[in-house]
């Protein structure tokens, strides 16, 4: 295991590094990654199981046609360490090893990211520590920056918070509106996602405090 508690998928074994994803709606981080996948580009890894904790979400719908494994599990109205011990049991048993957060709307349990340590990835449309929560973009625009892009990182106990594994930079254009400015954030986002877990997944990567850099 590498320090960031992931096996590189070209370990002794060969086995695959595999993901269970995570989302709440339309899931084109997602597709993002399910393409990457399937045209090559992500060597060594493949998707275990995606999960969605919302019924109907289009993202769920979009990975049954890929036919891909699936599972909804509804939050809404359970009790968070319940609901999230339901999908730590269909995680392990899709043999997941790293979980992708991709458009996830709801905070995960003390529990369930102690029980994925350093093995949960999130994908936030801000130059993190700049803008969490919600509405990052607009925020963004409102604050008036000249840069904006995506961050994706380690999920810990704190919102928006965990290591960053790479961020990704735009220009704000002068005729930007906030709409804009987030169709320009996801596209750099649905090219940071997957480089991101090809990080992660090479094993070269290691955490070294709050950084995450390529081993010496
Ligand atoms: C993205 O903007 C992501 O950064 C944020 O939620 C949105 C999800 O979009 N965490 P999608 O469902 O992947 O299209």
Not at 11 to 37: D, E, M, P
Not at 70 to 79: E, I, M, Q, Y
Not at 135 to 148: M, P
């Amino acid at each position: 295991m590498s320090p960031s508690g992931v096996s590189g998928a070209g370990g002794v074994s060969g086995a695959r590094l595999r993901l269970g994803i995570l989302l709440s709606g339309r899931g084109s981080n997602f597709l993002a990654i399910a393409k990457n996948i399937r045209e090559g580009r992500l060597a060594g890894v493949e998707i275990g199981v995606v999960i969605s904790n919302v019924e109907g979400a289009a993202g769920i719908a979009a990975a049954r046609e890929l036919g891909l494994t699936t599972a909804v599990h509804v939050s809404k109205g359970r009790k968070r360490a319940e609901h999230d011990a339901e999908m730590l049991a269909t995680l392990r048993a899709h043999n997941v090893d790293l979980v992708i957060l991709a458009g996830y709307m709801r905070l995960l349990s003390p529990e369930f990211i102690a029980a994925y340590h350093n093995r949960i990835l999130n994908i936030h449309p801000s130059l993190l520590p700049a803008f969490p929560g919600l509405d990052a973009q607009q925020q963004a625009f409102d604050y008036g920056v000249k840069v904006a892009g995506c961050t994706v990182h380690f999920v810990d106990e704190h919102l928006d918070h965990g290591t960053i594994i790479l961020q990704r930079v735009i220009e704000v254009l002068d005729g930007d509106d906030a709409h804009s400015l987030a169709e320009r954030i996801l596209a750099e986002e649905h090219i940071a996602y997957s480089e991101a877990i090809a990080r992660v997944a090479s094993g070269d990567y290691a955490m070294e405090g709050r950084r995450f850099v390529k081993r010496a």
